[in-house]
Each structure stands twice: as structure tokens, then as C-alpha cells.
């Protein structure tokens, strides 16, 4: 298997799980400057290496250093500080979605749009021919065959649908899979298994920052099975998932799959097994503490310390969301109702 495109592993500092409220004045779809996101990975001779956005004051514009984070074969994690690497800002790391493989750009016709999904097909002008979007997402080659999911911008009459596919190197020939539940969603990163195919899903508006859909899936190419993981043990898209609704990035190493998101960086050892017997452990990052800088952690016990910690009237840039903290009670609602509980209805 070899993952086709290059990631460099971004971590936003989720500093001690304290925060402090910040004034962000962009309207955005999801925010997470107050998360302890993991944007992408890697891996470094046999490791997973990856690089640590640290805050140094609330503000619209964070800086953040270069950090490397690598995860050692015994398991420890190490921080080291690369020579001469000047402070860089930003305030949405760059995440690529897009593959760098000669794949054909998938075709979807407003009228089988209009079969597949007739709601999201209704805004669509028959008159233009951009009006119904496809682009080829992460991707990745094993054997000749290079699987990708497929993404869209959804606004200004534009929209699309979501799938999977496969693209033979030799023959040229393009299969396209569009499951119900990857069906009004865009589908990337990817990573694959034999026969499972497991992706990220989200949804790209007119707006800053991709907005979580159906969390982390796993789709079976032989038997058509989709299984929809996130929010932790106890969510109701499954018994058991990794924390997190928005997924970054996923990498296989020879032992079970690594998963990124917003809510940090877990490890399933066993990528095959029936969702209720799955193991995944959780870290998040705290790069603050030189010795430990990856802490585990659990969903329930991550997502209490989030209820207490997450400003709540911030303005976080979500129009839809009062704060950091409304927007994560709508997003635990959506995923974790359990785990939610009584203390998050309480202003």
C-alpha cells in the first residue's frame, strides 16, 4: 500500500484543556481554534511524526512553531524543537484533500443527480454546466488500482455528491460507488484495508472550516456494508469509535489505523473487527510539558474537561454558534447524546 499524496502532521495545542475566550470576526461553518485538533500524519522510518501549532495568546491571528512531535517504537512520545525554523502565522492550516494522481475527474449528470438526490438537486440552474460539482480527493494506489473519494463545493448553485471510487492504471477504466451514507457528503482523507475502504466525511460551504457530517466510515468493496464511527464509546452512530466528528487524516501502519481530528489522535488496533470489539485509544496533544508531550485520554473523561474549559459566548466565527462552547454541545448532540448529558443544556 502506498499513500499517494505527501501530509505534513499539523497539531493545534490544546493547552492543558484551559482556555481562554477569543473575538474571531470571520463568519465560518467550524472552528476550531479552542480543539485539540490533529490535522494530518506521517510517518518517519517506521514512526509517526508530526508537527505541534502552538498558541502563545488568544487573538485572531495565532502564531505558531514548529514543533515536532514523533510517536517511538516503545510507544513514548518526544518532542523535539528543529534548528533554525522561523514563527510562522496562520490561522486555518492548510489541509490537502486533493490527490496528486493522474485520476479522470468523476462525471455525475444533473439528471442522475436529480435521481440520486432529488432535494440537492433542486438548487441547481440546468443551464450551467459547472452546476454539478465532482473532484477527486485523497487517494490512495495499491496494485495498480488507485482508490479515491470524491469531494464538492456546495453554494452559488453549485453542489454535488459524494461516493467512492477506483480508477485501473492499466485498462483506465473508473468505477464509482455512491453509498446512502456517503452519498450527500464529500469523502476524504482515505485509507484502505483489503476490502475496507475507510473515510473521513464533511461538507464544504460558503463559509470557513469543513463542517462534520457522519464522522469516520468504513465501507466494505465486496459487501457494500457502510459503518459510521465518532464521538466516542456510546455514540449513536456506533457502540464504540474515537473521539471526534471531524476526521483530518488516516494512516495505516502495519498494526491498525491511526485516525486525526479535531478531537486529537487515536489508534485502532484492530481495523477489522466488529464495531462493539473495536480498541482505539485517544491522546491529545500538550505540548506545553517538553517530557509528555501526547497525553491519553478518554472521550467521556476529553469531552467533560471541553463542558468546563470552552468559552462560551466567544463569537467563534461559526454563524450559527454563540461560542466555542455552543458549537460543541450542537456537534456532542449530533454525536454522542449520551455523553452529552444534563450539565450541557445549562447556559
Known amino acids: 500500500m502506498r499513500k499517494v499524496r505527501n501530509i505534513l ?3 493545534t495545542l490544546f493547552s492543558g484543556l484551559g482556555v481562554a475566550g477569543t473575538a474571531l470576526a470571520a463568519t465560518g461553518c467550524y472552528n476550531l481554534d479552542m480543539y485539540p485538533a490533529v490535522y494530518g500524519l506521517t510517518d518517519s522510518d517506521g514512526k509517526i511524526a508530526g508537527t505541534l501549532r502552538r498558541f502563545d495568546k488568544p487573538g485572531w491571528m495565532m502564531p505558531y512553531s514548529n514543533l515536532q512531535v514523533i510517536r517511538q517504537r516503545d510507544g513514548t512520545w518526544t518532542l523535539e524543537i528543529p534548528d533554525g525554523v522561523a514563527e510562522q502565522y496562520s490561522v486555518y492550516p492548510e489541509i490537502s484533500e486533493q490527490c496528486h494522481a493522474a485520476v479522470p475527474t468523476p462525471v455525475l449528470t444533473l439528471k442522475e443527480m436529480q435521481v440520486l438526490s432529488p432535494k440537492w438537486a433542486q438548487g441547481i440552474d440546468p443551464q450551467d454546466p459547472t452546476g454539478v460539482e465532482q473532484k477527486v480527493g485523497d487517494c490512495v494506489e495499491q496494485n495498480g488500482i488507485i482508490w479515491f473519494g470524491i469531494t464538492y463545493y456546495c453554494g452559488e448553485g453549485q ?14 477504466k473508473i468505477e464509482i460507488r455512491r453509498p446512502t451514507m456517503l452519498l450527500n457528503v464529500e469523502t476524504s482523507p482515505l485509507a484502505i484495508d483489503g476490502n475496507d475502504i475507510w473515510v473521513g466525511t464533511f461538507m464544504s460551504y460558503e463559509c470557513i472550516g469543513d463542517t462534520p457530517v457522519v464522522g469516520l466510515v468504513r465501507y466494505n468493496w465486496a459487501t457494500g456494508e457502510s459503518v459510521s464511527f465518532g464521538g466516542g464509546t456510546d455514540s449513536r452512530h456506533d457502540p464504540n469509535g474515537p473521539c471526534g466528528f471531524r476526521f483530518n487524516d488516516l494512516y495505516f501502519d502495519k498494526n491498525g489505523l491511526w485516525a486525526s481530528s479535531d478531537m486529537g489522535l487515536a489508534y485502532l488496533e484492530n ?13 491529545v496533544p500538550q505540548p506545553e510539558d517538553l517530557k509528555v508531550p501526547m497525553r491519553e485520554i478518554t472521550c467521556p473523561g476529553l469531552y467533560a474537561t471541553l463542558m468546563r474549559t470552552l468559552p462560551r459566548k466567544d ?7 454563540r461560542g466555542h462552547l455552543d458549537q460543541f454541545k450542537h456537534y456532542l448532540q449530533e454525536f454522542n447524546q449520551k455523553l452529552l448529558g444534563k450539565r450541557a443544556n445549562k447556559k
Not at 161 to 168: K, M, Q, S, V
Not at 271 to 283: C, D, G, K, L
Open 9 to 11: 502532521c499539523w497539531i
Open 159 to 172: 453542489c454535488g455528491l459524494g461516493g467512492i471510487g477506483r480508477y485501473d492504471t492499466k485498462s483506465g
Open 271 to 283: 481495523p477489522n473487527a466488529a464495531p462493539e470489539a473495536m480498541q482505539w485509544t485517544n491522546w
Open 315 to 321: 463569537w467563534n466565527g461559526a454563524a450559527d454558534y
